[in-house]
Protein backbone atom coordinates (compact mmCIF):
# COMPACT_ATOMS: atom_id res chain seq x y z
CA UNK A 1 0.00 0.00 0.00
CA UNK A 2 1.09 3.69 -0.71
CA UNK A 3 2.01 4.80 3.22
CA UNK A 4 3.66 1.24 3.24
CA UNK A 5 6.12 2.00 -0.32
CA UNK A 6 6.53 5.74 1.23
CA UNK A 7 7.87 4.88 4.84
CA UNK A 8 10.25 2.60 3.24
CA UNK A 9 11.44 5.28 1.17
CA UNK A 10 11.61 7.94 3.50
CA UNK A 11 13.33 5.83 6.10
CA UNK A 12 16.25 5.21 3.22
CA UNK A 13 16.21 9.09 3.01
CA UNK A 14 14.46 9.95 0.12
CA UNK A 15 12.10 13.14 0.23
CA UNK A 16 8.83 11.43 0.10
CA UNK A 17 5.37 13.62 -0.68
CA UNK A 18 2.57 11.16 -0.21
CA UNK A 19 -1.16 11.25 -2.02
CA UNK A 20 -3.23 8.86 -0.33
CA UNK A 21 -6.99 9.07 1.51
CA UNK A 22 -7.62 8.75 5.16
CA UNK A 23 -11.33 8.38 5.98
CA UNK A 24 -13.09 10.86 8.59
CA UNK A 25 -13.40 8.31 11.20
CA UNK A 26 -11.63 6.65 13.84
CA UNK A 27 -9.45 4.79 11.65
CA UNK A 28 -8.76 7.95 9.71
CA UNK A 29 -7.74 9.15 13.59
CA UNK A 30 -5.08 6.67 13.67
CA UNK A 31 -3.82 6.70 10.40
CA UNK A 32 -3.19 10.17 10.20
CA UNK A 33 -1.32 10.25 13.77
CA UNK A 34 0.69 7.27 12.09
CA UNK A 35 1.31 9.27 8.99
CA UNK A 36 2.53 12.46 11.30
CA UNK A 37 5.05 9.97 13.41
CA UNK A 38 6.54 8.89 10.42
CA UNK A 39 6.52 12.58 8.56
CA UNK A 40 4.42 11.78 6.15
CA UNK A 41 1.08 13.67 7.06
CA UNK A 42 0.95 16.48 4.40
CA UNK A 43 -1.20 18.44 1.87
CA UNK A 44 -1.43 14.96 -0.46
CA UNK A 45 -3.12 13.38 2.59
CA UNK A 46 -6.96 13.92 1.60
CA UNK A 47 -9.96 13.13 3.68
CA UNK A 48 -12.07 10.52 2.80
CA UNK A 49 -15.67 9.63 4.07
CA UNK A 50 -14.13 6.11 5.28
CA UNK A 51 -10.85 4.36 6.01
CA UNK A 52 -9.67 1.29 3.34
CA UNK A 53 -8.73 -1.66 5.89
CA UNK A 54 -6.90 -5.21 5.20
CA UNK A 55 -6.78 -8.29 7.38
CA UNK A 56 -3.16 -10.47 6.50
CA UNK A 57 -3.44 -13.99 7.87
CA UNK A 58 -0.11 -15.54 8.46
CA UNK A 59 0.47 -19.47 8.29
CA UNK A 60 3.56 -20.83 10.48
CA UNK A 61 5.96 -21.06 7.66
CA UNK A 62 5.51 -17.42 7.16
CA UNK A 63 3.29 -17.50 3.91
CA UNK A 64 0.32 -14.92 3.85
CA UNK A 65 -2.68 -14.40 2.39
CA UNK A 66 -4.30 -10.53 2.68
CA UNK A 67 -8.12 -9.49 2.17
CA UNK A 68 -8.51 -5.97 1.70
CA UNK A 69 -11.60 -3.33 1.83
CA UNK A 70 -11.37 -0.93 -0.60
CA UNK A 71 -14.68 0.06 -1.67
CA UNK A 72 -14.74 3.34 0.49
CA UNK A 73 -11.83 4.27 -0.81
CA UNK A 74 -12.28 3.66 -4.47
CA UNK A 75 -15.67 5.75 -4.33
CA UNK A 76 -13.34 8.79 -3.56
CA UNK A 77 -12.30 11.30 -6.68
CA UNK A 78 -8.99 12.28 -5.84
CA UNK A 79 -8.36 16.24 -6.74
CA UNK A 80 -6.26 16.71 -9.71
CA UNK A 81 -4.91 19.82 -8.66
CA UNK A 82 -3.62 18.61 -5.20
CA UNK A 83 -1.77 15.72 -7.10
CA UNK A 84 -0.39 18.21 -9.72
CA UNK A 85 0.79 20.80 -6.40
CA UNK A 86 2.66 17.38 -4.61
CA UNK A 87 4.06 15.97 -7.69
CA UNK A 88 5.79 19.05 -9.13
CA UNK A 89 9.72 18.68 -9.74
CA UNK A 90 9.53 15.35 -8.33
CA UNK A 91 12.10 12.57 -9.51
CA UNK A 92 10.15 9.41 -9.54
CA UNK A 93 6.22 9.13 -9.63
CA UNK A 94 5.40 5.88 -7.83
CA UNK A 95 1.48 4.69 -8.13
CA UNK A 96 -0.57 2.40 -6.87
CA UNK A 97 -3.11 0.70 -8.93
CA UNK A 98 -5.99 1.42 -6.17
CA UNK A 99 -8.82 2.55 -8.31
CA UNK A 100 -8.66 6.54 -7.47
CA UNK A 101 -5.57 6.99 -9.16
CA UNK A 102 -6.61 5.71 -11.95
CA UNK A 103 -7.96 9.21 -13.40
CA UNK A 104 -4.14 10.80 -12.05
CA UNK A 105 -2.43 8.75 -14.76
CA UNK A 106 -2.54 11.09 -17.36
CA UNK A 107 -1.53 13.44 -15.25
CA UNK A 108 1.44 11.81 -14.01
CA UNK A 109 2.40 11.11 -17.51
CA UNK A 110 2.78 14.66 -18.15
CA UNK A 111 5.06 15.23 -15.54
CA UNK A 112 7.87 13.68 -18.00
CA UNK A 113 9.58 11.32 -15.19
CA UNK A 114 9.83 7.60 -14.81
CA UNK A 115 6.59 6.25 -13.64
CA UNK A 116 7.11 3.11 -11.06
CA UNK A 117 4.31 0.84 -10.93
CA UNK A 118 3.81 -2.74 -8.77
CA UNK A 119 0.69 -4.60 -10.24
CA UNK A 120 1.06 -7.25 -7.40
CA UNK A 121 -1.08 -10.31 -8.19
CA UNK A 122 -1.58 -10.04 -12.10
CA UNK A 123 -2.02 -12.98 -14.41
CA UNK A 124 -2.58 -11.58 -17.55
CA UNK A 125 -0.75 -8.71 -19.85
CA UNK A 126 -3.74 -7.81 -21.21
CA UNK A 127 -5.52 -7.41 -17.74
CA UNK A 128 -8.39 -4.89 -18.06
CA UNK A 129 -8.08 -3.49 -15.02
CA UNK A 130 -4.41 -2.86 -14.78
CA UNK A 131 -3.53 -1.62 -18.32
CA UNK A 132 -3.94 1.67 -18.04
CA UNK A 133 -0.97 1.54 -15.44
CA UNK A 134 1.03 -0.94 -17.53
CA UNK A 135 0.36 1.56 -20.40
CA UNK A 136 2.30 4.22 -18.54
CA UNK A 137 4.36 2.52 -16.28
CA UNK A 138 8.73 2.90 -16.63
CA UNK A 139 9.10 0.15 -14.30
CA UNK A 140 6.63 -2.46 -13.81
CA UNK A 141 6.76 -4.88 -10.67
CA UNK A 142 4.67 -7.64 -9.70
CA UNK A 143 4.32 -11.07 -7.74
CA UNK A 144 4.99 -14.71 -9.29
CA UNK A 145 2.28 -15.92 -7.78
CA UNK A 146 -0.28 -15.97 -10.57
CA UNK A 147 1.12 -15.51 -13.49
CA UNK A 148 0.68 -17.54 -16.49
CA UNK A 149 4.09 -18.18 -17.70
CA UNK A 150 7.53 -18.23 -16.40
CA UNK A 151 9.20 -14.85 -15.52
CA UNK A 152 11.17 -14.18 -18.79
CA UNK A 153 8.11 -14.77 -21.03
CA UNK A 154 6.28 -12.83 -18.64
CA UNK A 155 8.94 -10.42 -19.42
CA UNK A 156 8.98 -10.79 -22.82
CA UNK A 157 5.09 -10.14 -23.26
CA UNK A 158 4.95 -6.94 -21.05
CA UNK A 159 7.95 -5.31 -23.22
CA UNK A 160 5.85 -6.50 -26.31
CA UNK A 161 2.96 -5.03 -24.98
CA UNK A 162 3.67 -1.99 -23.69
CA UNK A 163 6.73 -0.26 -25.41
CA UNK A 164 7.37 2.33 -22.84
CA UNK A 165 7.83 -0.24 -20.27
CA UNK A 166 11.96 -0.13 -19.69
CA UNK A 167 12.40 -2.42 -16.52
CA UNK A 168 10.12 -5.16 -15.44
CA UNK A 169 10.64 -7.44 -12.24
CA UNK A 170 8.72 -10.30 -10.67
CA UNK A 171 9.28 -11.25 -6.53
CA UNK A 172 9.99 -14.67 -6.65
CA UNK A 173 9.19 -15.75 -2.73
CA UNK A 174 11.45 -18.29 -1.75
CA UNK A 175 13.69 -18.20 -5.09
CA UNK A 176 14.27 -14.21 -5.51
CA UNK A 177 13.66 -11.94 -7.77
CA UNK A 178 14.29 -11.61 -11.57
CA UNK A 179 14.57 -7.89 -12.84
CA UNK A 180 14.53 -7.66 -16.98
CA UNK A 181 16.21 -4.72 -19.07
CA UNK A 182 14.76 -4.08 -22.31
CA UNK A 183 17.46 -3.90 -24.22
CA UNK A 184 17.44 -7.80 -22.94
CA UNK A 185 19.30 -8.66 -19.89
CA UNK A 186 18.32 -10.57 -17.27
CA UNK A 187 19.12 -9.87 -13.52
CA UNK A 188 18.50 -12.85 -11.26
CA UNK A 189 19.25 -12.63 -7.51
CA UNK A 190 18.27 -15.58 -4.73
CA UNK A 191 16.10 -14.78 -1.69
CA UNK A 192 18.32 -13.99 1.27
CA UNK A 193 16.41 -14.33 5.23
CA UNK A 194 19.36 -12.62 7.82
CA UNK A 195 16.39 -12.81 10.52
CA UNK A 196 14.54 -16.21 8.77
CA UNK A 197 11.03 -16.46 8.07
CA UNK A 198 8.49 -15.55 10.38
CA UNK A 199 6.03 -13.19 8.00
CA UNK A 200 5.83 -12.25 4.69
CA UNK A 201 3.28 -9.48 4.43
CA UNK A 202 4.73 -6.50 2.89
CA UNK A 203 7.34 -8.40 0.74
CA UNK A 204 6.92 -7.28 -1.97
CA UNK A 205 6.19 -3.52 -1.28
CA UNK A 206 9.49 -3.77 0.22
CA UNK A 207 11.43 -5.23 -2.52
CA UNK A 208 9.73 -2.73 -4.84
CA UNK A 209 10.03 0.40 -2.61
CA UNK A 210 13.97 -0.36 -1.89
CA UNK A 211 14.80 -1.30 -6.14
CA UNK A 212 13.00 2.29 -6.66
CA UNK A 213 15.09 4.06 -3.75
CA UNK A 214 18.18 2.12 -4.83
CA UNK A 215 18.16 2.41 -8.29
CA UNK A 216 16.98 6.28 -8.46
CA UNK A 217 20.41 6.32 -6.63
CA UNK A 218 22.73 4.86 -8.91
CA UNK A 219 21.42 3.94 -11.77
CA UNK A 220 22.32 0.38 -11.34
CA UNK A 221 19.78 -2.45 -11.47
CA UNK A 222 22.15 -4.83 -10.61
CA UNK A 223 23.41 -3.41 -7.18
CA UNK A 224 19.49 -2.26 -6.71
CA UNK A 225 18.50 -5.92 -6.76
CA UNK A 226 20.77 -7.21 -4.46
CA UNK A 227 20.18 -4.52 -1.73
CA UNK A 228 15.93 -4.56 -2.72
CA UNK A 229 16.64 -8.62 -2.01
CA UNK A 230 18.46 -7.63 1.10
CA UNK A 231 15.82 -5.52 2.60
CA UNK A 232 13.04 -7.68 1.63
CA UNK A 233 14.96 -10.87 3.48
CA UNK A 234 15.19 -8.83 6.15
CA UNK A 235 11.82 -7.28 6.82
CA UNK A 236 10.24 -10.58 6.76
CA UNK A 237 12.15 -11.97 9.52
CA UNK A 238 9.98 -9.43 12.00
CA UNK A 239 6.59 -10.58 13.22
CA UNK A 240 5.21 -7.40 12.24
CA UNK A 241 6.74 -6.22 9.33
CA UNK A 242 4.89 -2.89 8.54
CA UNK A 243 6.54 -1.62 11.56
CA UNK A 244 10.06 -2.55 10.61
CA UNK A 245 12.09 -0.42 8.25
CA UNK A 246 16.02 0.02 7.74
CA UNK A 247 17.71 3.58 7.09
CA UNK A 248 20.35 3.54 4.35
CA UNK A 249 23.27 3.12 6.88
CA UNK A 250 21.32 -0.23 8.10
CA UNK A 251 20.74 -1.52 4.93
CA UNK A 252 24.52 -0.98 3.75
CA UNK A 253 25.80 -2.69 7.42
CA UNK A 254 23.50 -5.56 5.98
CA UNK A 255 25.17 -5.40 2.60
CA UNK A 256 28.10 -5.56 3.47
CA UNK A 257 27.66 -8.81 5.55
CA UNK A 258 25.39 -10.93 3.68
CA UNK A 259 26.80 -11.36 0.61
CA UNK A 260 24.16 -11.37 -2.57
CA UNK A 261 25.21 -12.69 -5.97
CA UNK A 262 23.43 -11.65 -8.85
CA UNK A 263 23.49 -13.85 -12.01
CA UNK A 264 22.93 -11.97 -15.39
CA UNK A 265 21.80 -13.27 -18.49
CA UNK A 266 19.22 -12.98 -21.11
CA UNK A 267 15.57 -12.87 -21.47
CA UNK A 268 14.88 -12.67 -25.20
CA UNK A 269 17.08 -15.57 -25.74
CA UNK A 270 17.45 -18.97 -23.80
CA UNK A 271 20.61 -17.33 -21.77
CA UNK A 272 18.69 -17.19 -18.64
CA UNK A 273 20.51 -16.84 -15.51
Given at each position: MASHVATILRTLGDDVRLCTVAGSDPAGDLIRADLRARGLLGMGVINGPESSFSVALVAPDGRRRGHAYLAAVNAVQYPTEVFRRQAAGVDLAVLTNARFVRPLLEHAERLGVPIAVDVHLIADVDDAY???WLEVADIVFCSHERLPCGPTEWMARVFGSYPGCAIAGVGMGERGCAVGLRDGRLVHVSAVAPRGVVNTAGAGDSLFASFLHCWLATGNPVDALRSATIYAGWKIGDTFPSAA?????????????HTVEARVGRWDTAQAP
Amino acid sequence: MASHVATILRTLGDDVRLCTVAGSDPAGDLIRADLRARGLLGMGVINGPESSFSVALVAPDGRRRGHAYLAAVNAVQYPTEVFRRQAAGVDLAVLTNARFVRPLLEHAERLGVPIAVDVHLIADVDDAYNRPWLEVADIVFCSHERLPCGPTEWMARVFGSYPGCAIAGVGMGERGCAVGLRDGRLVHVSAVAPRGVVNTAGAGDSLFASFLHCWLATGNPVDALRSATIYAGWKIGDTFPSAAWLTEDELKRLKAIHTVEARVGRWDTAQAP
